[in-house]
């Protein structure tokens, strides 16, 4: 049987400015926290390769947008760096960047693909993040600047723009169990964080509209569907909180410009409540999104706690449930991240019905696969197993499009492979292999496949 995706739909892929361009010696890029992180501890992960050390696109896009065109892109997501844009993270415009993104956006839309930018994927500029980062309002406006800037400088080009990539992660990496720089465990400074990037993405929601440039804005957040174990009533409760803190903190205030009230009074009780203004809350009730991104990697299993939480340990989400590690579930062992592609159509049905049906794309979906090199034969890495997993989920998503999901689009992570925050090229993720030294790129059996899948808008299960 030929499953087969609707008319229009967006194939392709996904990446970011950090993880793909490469280093500050790039034409005066400032720099970003990653940099700072880099130098200041050295890679703690894996090997001492920073975000400087990349597929290099900065200099090799057209070379890749050549091999996005024949394996059939008609659309791509990456970022805009910030501190690219504007080293000092405000002030004047660096003029070779802007002059780099538009011959980029230029080179997408004359080979035929759409292309799909976000304005911040983690990478906070060094001189900001002196401020406090996201900690500080002013932030907020220096973003809603940057933003402004973004859209005069490129919205003729660019049509879908995103205002963030998983603002979740900084909030809890970064704030809540310090494995994200700045390395925090600051529960107070993570509900100012989060508060601060979901009215940073309404601000240029805000923007964007009053611009009037006839194109889409949204948000890319990674719903994580949270599965009670049983269906115990404490279980389920604290599978309900779970997605409070984890998908409804940011998918609310984007979708219906509202917080929930159960996760406020949860964060109220802990009296970690940020000091709000009513006009910034209005900004988050009137900036609602047009279309949301999805990246989707893995659920959660969930259940309730087994021990009474100590209360003078700082708040964390964990405080209401348990990860459940549920036996039998299929994991990717690099990653430790559980595959489960049902739950990209239990996402769709989510939005469909709990979120007005809002317009919709699968913004990532991929997996990682540590020393790749071994399944190669006679030049090209054999990887079915990549092959299964875009199947599996693509299987799902289309049940979930026939059932009335308004998902218009579909990029797997990543394309060419690419650098990655906490273990650089341990796990690559690619289409397309990277020879890092030589920056030589090599379609893997995978690419192929998808060329057959996007030319045929569809494929046989
Ligand atoms: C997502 C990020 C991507 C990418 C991906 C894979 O959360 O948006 O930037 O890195 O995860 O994860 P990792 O690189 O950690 O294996």
Known sequence: ????????????????????????????????????????????FHGAIGPGITSAFYQNYKEDIQLMKQTGHNSFRTSISWSRMFPEGFGEVNEKAADYYRSLFLELKENGIEPFVNLYHFDMPVKLQELGGWENRKVVDYYKEYAWTCFNLFGDLVKHWFTFNEPIVHVEC???????????????????????TAL?????????????????????????????????????????????????SFLDPA?????????????????????????????????????????????????????????????????????????????????????YPRGLYDIAVNIRDNYGNIEWMVTENGMGVENEGRFKIEGMIQDDYRIEFYKE??????????????????????????????????????????DLENQKRTIKKSGYWYQELLKNNGFET
């Not at 995706?5 to 400015?17: K, R, V």
């Not at 500050?24 to 130098?39: A, Q, T």
């Open 1 to 44: 049987m030929k499953l087969e995706f609707p008319e229009g739909f967006y194939f392709g892929s996904a990446t970011s400015a950090t993880q793909c361009e490469g280093g500050e010696e790039n034409d005066g890029r400032g720099k970003n926290i990653w940099d700072l992180w880099y130098e200041e501890e050295g890679y703690k």
């Open 174 to 196: 970064g704030y809540l169990q310090g494995y994200h720089y700045p390395c925090k465990v600051d529960p107070k400074a993570a509900v100012s964080v989060a508060y601060h």
């Open 200 to 248: 940073a993405s309404a601000l240029a929601v805000k923007e964007y509209h009053s611009m009037k440039q006839e194109g889409k804005i949204g948000i890319v957040l990674n719903l994580t569907p949270a599965y009670p174990r049983s269906s115990h009533p404490e279980d389920e409760k604290a599978a309900k909180i779970a997605e409070l803190f984890q998908n409804k």
């Open 255 to 339: 979708v219906k410009g509202i917080y929930d009230p159960e996760l406020v009074a949860l964060i109220e009780k802990h009296g970690l409540l940020p000091t709000v203004s009513k006009e910034d809350l209005e900004v988050i009730r009137q900036n609602t999104v047009d279309f949301l991104g999805v990246n989707y990697y893995h659920p959660f299993r969930v259940c309730a706690k087994a021990n009474i939480p100590n209360p003078a340990a700082p708040f964390m989400p964990e405080y209401y449930f348990d990860i459940y590690d549920m036996p039998g579930k299929r994991m990717n062992p690099y990653r430790g991240w559980e595959i």
């Open 393 to 434: 989920h693509l299987t799902w998503l289309h049940k979930g499009i026939e059932e009335g999901s308004n998902c218009i689009g579909y990029h797997v992570w990543t394309f060419v492979d690419c650098w990655s925050w906490l273990n650089a090229y341990k796990n690559r993720y690619g289409l397309v292999e990277l």
